[in-house]
């Protein structure tokens, strides 16, 4: 890759995963190099509110989930569907067999919890039940479906290591404290003052144009 992309980047990264941060940046390898650099960085700063919002997500769901089947391993009562049923062997068969029900729920992924608030689970699971581990919201299901979604897909391309870049970050993160707010606003508000979202955010172009060092 001769590009002047520096060689040990493209061996620790590779062309393909490098070539499209040259071409975002017209071909200007100083310019790339910096927005790999940054991305790196607002990919980072971001883990922390995720991480809050992951937990807190699944901490609800499965606390009402418990309530309302009277047990903590409710998954063997709710009416999941195939996949769900599916992922729940699956988070079963990683655990030890001795593993408990926190074991479990840890096991179970994003996707399985924001799931839960499908179309498909509307009148077994929303309409009795979680709507509840929503307190702060109020309007139909479908729209919160769509910010777990999204904040979903954010969450996946951060931890594979892939581009966030491009997209409107700012609305990325005001959706995220949006949604836990509707999950606790106390917990919103308890994780803004390690937030280094707003300060990543802010210093992309001069860190793209190279007037400030990457650091991540």
Not at 29 to 55: C, D, I, K, Q
């Amino acid at each position: 890759m001769s590009t002047g992309i520096p060689a040990w980047m493209v061996s620790a990264y590779s062309s393909p995963r490098l070539a499209p941060y040259l071409r975002h940046s017209g071909g200007d390898a100083v310019r790339a190099v910096n927005l790999y650099h940054w991305n790196v960085m607002v990919s980072a700063a971001f883990y922390g509110p995720l991480h809050t919002f992951e937990l807190a997500l699944r901490n609800s769901l499965h606390s009402h989930l418990s309530t309302h089947f009277e047990q903590g391993d409710w998954w063997d009562r709710a009416p999941l569907d195939s996949e769900g049923q599916r992922l729940v062997r699956q988070a079963k068969a990683r655990c030890h067999r001795s593993a408990g029900t926190d074991d479990i729920v840890t096991e179970l992924s994003l996707g399985f919890w924001s799931s839960l608030v499908a179309r498909r689970y509307d009148r077994d699971l929303w309409v009795p039940v979680l709507h509840r581990a929503f307190p702060g919201y109020r309007g139909p299901r479908r729209v919160l479906q769509d910010r777990l979604y999204s904040l979903r897909l954010l969450r996946n391309r951060i931890m594979h290591h892939e581009p966030i870049h491009h997209r409107h970050l700012e609305a990325d993160h005001a959706k995220l404290y949006l949604v836990l707010s509707y999950i606790s606003p106390e917990i919103a508000s308890g994780i803004k003052p390690f937030d280094r979202v707003p300060e990543v955010l802010l210093v992309k172009d001069q860190m793209c144009r190279g007037d400030l060092p990457p650091s991540f």
